[in-house]
DNA sequence: ATTCTAGTTTATAATTATTCTAAACTAGTA
DNA sequence: TACTAGTTTAGAATAATTATAAACTAGAAT
């Protein structure tokens, strides 16, 4: 899916010097079919598995940083400590279930919004997100 | 507005004893007009001013937890790295602005959602919380 | 009223997540 | 091949929060 080629022209198009770490990382995050929800602490486990080039966990901080700010990744909203981030950059909700900690996304064209309020003076929407908390039934 | 009396019963509802701290934390809290977006520190600041009796910190966050728990508080969301907590527990919306790091009320009827997602099997919807985040002009 | 006890408060230590620092390293240009 | 700015790294520093355990107190029992 995603060549080392195509991870190091991403890595570019953003002005990030292509290093191995940027691409191993970027490997890991991007490589999946599936949306990836993850933490500094969650990344670091994947990117450092045994028998793996040890990436240092402050490699990890900047690149999550980097990536973000290159808008590659997201950051999710929760009332967790820790920082979440997904690899789903586009427009989208989620569930977050309080016990296990874990989000779900929501497709966008799941949630319809009828009529959003208009932003203070000066300023305007850069992103609206919803967040379904569940509960036991 | 909110006496005393009425404070303790409060406490007293929820399996709180009506102690001297959470009163006096319970009073800046909800004897306000307005809702009050605070969060450790803030609520730390308001409750300890010059001359009044010192509450220490870890019954500032004792005293939150205890609320939050009894549903007297809510936690907000946001992706900052501090916790922030509303005293409108009606469900309601937020503005979040990234640069100030403010938040601000939107009220209920100012966001109608014409269609939202099945929760996942088992799970039933707690709370829905729609955030929109602001940025310049 | 006095005593008793479980719940509460407190100062402080510990923990957790994250950011900073500054020295060593490297990608990519000259 | 050498250079330089950008990057990585280990470890220290910081910030927010939670844990600890001793002292205190609300309110029931006597």
Redesign the interface.
């Given at each position: 899916m995603h060549q080392k080629k195509e991870i190091i022209n991403k890595l570019r198009s953003s002005n990030l010097r292509p290093t191995k770490q940027r691409i191993l990382i970027a490997k890991k995050l991007f490589d999946k079919k599936e949306t990836f929800h993850f933490t500094a602490e969650t990344l670091n486990k994947v990117v450092n598995r045994k028998g793996q080039t040890k990436i240092s966990l402050a490699t990890i901080y900047n690149t999550v940083e980097a990536f973000k700010k290159a808008g590659h990744i997201r950051?999710?909203?929760?009332?967790n400590?820790k920082?979440y981030y997904d690899t789903n950059i586009k427009s989208h909700h989620h569930?977050y279930?309080?016990e296990t900690k874990k989000l779900?996304d929501?497709?966008y064209q799941?949630?319809?919004?009828?009529?959003?309020?208009n932003?203070?003076k000066?300023?305007?929407?850069?992103?609206?997100?919803?967040?379904?908390?569940?509960?036991?039934?």
């Open positions: 950051e999710i909203l929760t009332n400590s920082s569930f279930d309080p779900t929501i497709d799941e949630v319809i919004l009828k009529k959003i309020p932003p203070p000066g300023k305007k929407i850069k992103d609206l997100e919803v967040v379904i908390s569940l509960q036991k039934k």
